[in-house]
């Protein structure tokens, strides 16, 4: 069975760290490319980050020099780590799997809610 599980969401205040897990089940995590997507309310999901199978990343203009995107082929899971966190960065964090080659193949995750606030 095909899984993709996002955790680590929570309540931060602003200026805090989280680190956002997304473990994969039922495939192969090194033939994927992983990013991060997110939706606040009222708005559009948007690309918060992405990481291709063979290493190589891309952000979104509104998290560039604050969220760092890794992956662990051999533990089959993605993460993001979010620093120096803003109240606009609170949204539900959806975490997408792609194959490299078949773009076919594509899994979401149901979503961590993530809350910036004092």
Same mark, same amino acid.
Request: some cysteine; proline content about 3%.
């Given at each position: 069975?095909?899984? $993709?599980?996002? *955790?680590?969401?929570?309540? $931060? /205040?602003?200026?805090?760290?989280?680190?956002? *897990?997304?473990?994969?089940? +039922? !495939?192969? /995590?090194?033939? %994927?490319?992983?990013?991060? %997507?997110?939706?606040?309310?009222?708005?559009?999901?948007?690309?918060? &980050? &992405?990481? &291709?199978?063979? +290493?190589?990343?891309? %952000?979104?203009?509104?998290?560039?020099?604050? !969220?760092?995107? *890794?992956?662990?082929?051999?533990?089959?899971?993605? %993460?993001?780590?979010?620093?120096?966190?803003?109240?606009?960065?609170?949204?539900? @964090? @959806?975490?997408? &799997?792609?194959?490299?080659?078949?773009?076919?193949?594509? @899994?979401?995750?149901? +979503?961590?809610? $993530?809350?910036?606030?004092?």
């Amino acid at each position: 069975q095909v899984q $993709v599980v996002e *955790s680590g969401g929570g309540l $931060v /205040l602003p200026g805090g760290s989280l680190r956002l *897990s997304c473990a994969a089940s +039922g !495939f192969t /995590l090194r033939d %994927y490319a992983m990013s991060w %997507y997110r939706q606040a309310p009222g708005k559009e999901r948007e690309l918060v &980050a &992405a990481i &291709a199978n063979f +290493g190589s990343t891309r %952000y979104g203009e509104a998290v560039k020099g604050r !969220f760092i995107i *890794s992956r662990d082929n051999a533990a089959n899971t993605a %993460y993001l780590r979010m620093n120096s966190l803003k109240p606009e960065d609170t949204a539900v @964090y @959806y975490c997408n &799997a792609r194959h490299w080659a078949n773009a076919g193949y594509e @899994y979401w995750g149901q +979503g961590t809610q $993530v809350t910036v606030s004092s």
